[in-house]
């Protein structure tokens, strides 16, 4: 049973603790950065993290973010993430993003490169460029 | 024969030693409180928010538990506390507030009370919780996405994760020295080696673990890492690797030491803790999950029953 003490001891633990757990959770819980830190990407082939501060950092790679999020080209602090353009899967209507800035009779092109075909072309040819960075499929994706 | 005394056994009044179960859990919590702050340095308030929520709920589902089935108040003793905080610091720090209530309630409940109580239970609580909860909900441990809102002043990848599926040249981003000293990522309580060695070292100079179930373990874990470096270095890691990543040392000192799952007699201690090594490098170099601590603790309270029958002591002594 243990000693009235010990009781009023652990019952005084269970409730402070709770608060603490309570407060930490809704004060402190931390929020993903803008820009990001690292993305991890959900994929059917293999989950790939992605440390986008490494990339865009001086001490890193030192990309301008332009190197990446390559449109709209005239407008610097638009950086749209790359799943807005580029969808998961193609269809016949072009992704909601491009009805934000253009008509639909502006679109030509109906159809966007799929996430994956954007990545594999933007990362592995950046890579293979510098020299620098994996460029097989195991180098990125992990089981 | 006749003439020979098995046992020895004086009058009463008898000497009470002092020694409780009470006293026992708030050692191990006091002495787990250093690699926790380790965990606190690192990743901050949300550390505090797991460890705390996962005691007090530890402590809420024993309470809740022996009140419905009208058994002795036991939460005074302090051991669902320790399940708890075990168990928090085994979880990552980003681990969801419904995460933790439920595996409490596994590791209390399903873990312990299930089975009867303290001293009863045939796996360590806070493993069987956490095991149960990587089957279930296997994303919240991938350590590499719970962290990714994290900024280090390290390369903050799991460790085991980037060697197990690039290979050894790929740790050369890690130094012995830092992950020694807890600039790793992993659980929020078992990433800083120094502390859990304190720590370790602590309860063993108290005799509140025996080390002879720690030392045989990591004993296993070196051996067998050994071996396997030697065998093809580019993909299996260094022992020394090893033993600071991952569970290791919280297993060590924390985990395959619980009183009820662990063996008391001194081969089978040796046995147990070495098999226990053994399997968690087999498991991390030749199987499917990155880490093995947890099933290879698990796997060896199985055995426990049965390695506890090699030569076991008679009680007394013959004079």
Redesign the interface.
């Known amino acids: ?3 009235p003490r ?2 009023r ?3 005084s ?3 402070v ?2 608060i ?6 809704s ?7 803008d820009p ?5 990407f959900k994929v059917a082939v293999g ?1 790939v ?1 992605f ?1 986008h ?1 490494a990339h865009m950092s001086v001490p890193g790679y030192g990309l301008d973010c332009k190197d990446c999020h390559h449109h709209p080209a005239e407008d610097d602090t638009d950086t749209r993430a790359c799943s807005e353009c580029h969808p998961a899967k193609t269809g016949k209507t072009p992704p909601q993003a491009c009805g934000d800035c253009h008509d639909a009779d502006e679109i030509e092109d109906q159809e966007m490169l799929k996430t994956g075909d954007a990545f594999h072309g933007q990362c592995i040819s950046c890579h293979q460029d510098f020299g620098a960075g994996p460029v097989e499929c ?2 990125c994706h ?2 | 024969m006749a003439e020979q005394k098995k046992l020895i056994v004086s009058h009463a009044p008898f000497w009470h030693d002092g020694s409780s179960i009470h006293e026992r859990s708030y050692h191990i919590m006091g002495a787990a409180l250093l690699p926790a702050l380790a965990g606190f340095v690192l990743y901050g308030m949300p550390a505090v928010g797991v460890m705390s929520l996962s005691i007090s709920f530890a402590i809420f589902w024993e309470f809740a538990f022996t009140a419905v089935t009208k058994r002795p108040l036991t939460i005074a003793d302090g051991n669902a506390a320790l399940i708890g905080m075990l168990f928090g610091m085994l979880l990552p720090a980003a681990t969801p507030w419904w995460a933790v209530v439920t595996g409490t309630f596994i590791a209390v409940i399903i873990g312990k009370q299930i089975f009867g109580g303290i001293g009863s239970n045939a796996f360590n609580p806070a493993v069987l919780a956490v095991a149960i909860l990587m089957v279930a909900w296997k994303e919240r441990f991938n350590f590499d996405a719970a962290y990714v809102n994290y900024s280090f002043g390290f390369a903050a990848q799991y460790p085991l994760g980037v060697l197990k599926h690039f290979g050894v040249p790929a740790t050369r981003i890690f130094h012995l020295g830092d992950l020694f000293f807890g600039r790793q990522t992993g659980g929020l309580g078992t990433g800083c080696g120094a502390a859990l060695v304190a720590a370790g070292a602590y309860l063993i100079y108290r005799g509140f673990i025996r080390w002879e179930i720690s030392l045989s373990f990591l004993a296993g874990i070196f051996l067998t890492a050994q071996i396997f470096n030697l065998a093809d270095p580019v993909r299996f890691g260094g022992p020394f690797f090893h033993l600071l990543t991952g569970y290791t040392l919280f297993a060590a000192f924390f985990l395959l030491t619980e009183d009820s799952s662990s063996p008391v007699n001194l081969i089978p201690m040796l046995i147990y803790g070495f098999c226990g090594g053994v399997l968690t490098i087999l498991i991390r170099n030749i199987g499917a999950h990155i880490d093995g601590s947890l099933y290879a603790v698990l796997a060896m309270n199985m055995v426990n029953p049965l390695l506890d029958k090699i030569r076991p002591k008679a009680i007394g002594k013959v004079l």
């Open positions: 049973m243990g000693s010990a009781l001891f652990i019952c633990l269970a409730i603790l709770f603490v757990g309570v407060l930490s959770y004060a402190f819980s931390r929020k993903a950065p990001p830190l690292r993305m991890m989950d993290l440390d501060h195991s180098g992990v089981k």
